[in-house]
């Protein structure tokens, strides 16, 4: 009889997931966190990810920024599209902003402030990535994504 190996990924130290519930649209929020957060987003490619309820890829806006200094990514994601969520376990988040890299407690504590005192933005939240099924398959089409683009780049 043949064994299934499963391996088990922790992606949590590498990528620091933020929930922010904000009825702003998605380029006055970028727009608002290069001036807050001091970073360069910018528009790309719409996201494809592929939704296993809907069995289906569906795309969402995404804007990306890396800082070379601290060796940090920064992608906000939309939460919504017209078909779907990209995480229905959170319903409350507009938007997420993922922090790729290994920034300091320090500085993941600040980005969270700072979001908070942006007028327009009702709250800004840590999520529990563990409970959001879909999460190592997002990080792995995030990559594939950018990869994507960097090569037609």
């Not at 929020?29 to 957060?37: I, P, V």
């Not at 995404?62 to 599209?81: A, E, M, R, T, W």
Request: aromatic share 14%; glycine share 4%; net charge neutral.
């Amino acid at each position: 009889m043949a064994k299934k190996i499963k391996i088990q990924l922790d992606f949590a130290e590498d990528n620091s997931l933020i929930g922010v519930s904000c009825h702003k649209r998605d380029y006055w929020f970028a727009y608002h966190l290069n001036e807050t957060l001091r970073i360069k987003l910018r528009r790309l490619k719409d996201f494809p990810f592929f939704q296993s309820r809907l069995d289906e890829l569906v795309e969402y806006p995404i804007f990306h920024d890396f800082s070379p200094d601290d060796q940090v990514g920064y992608y906000l994601i939309s939460n919504f599209n017209e078909q779907s969520l990209l995480f229905p376990e959170m319903k409350a988040a507009d938007f997420f902003l993922l922090v790729q890299g290994r920034p300091t407690e320090t500085r993941k504590t600040e980005i969270l402030s700072r979001i908070r005192g942006i007028n327009g933005v009702l709250t800004a939240f840590f999520p529990d990535t563990r409970k959001l099924k879909e999460f190592e398959n997002f990080l792995s089409d995030l990559e594939l994504h950018m990869t994507g683009l960097k090569v037609r780049d």
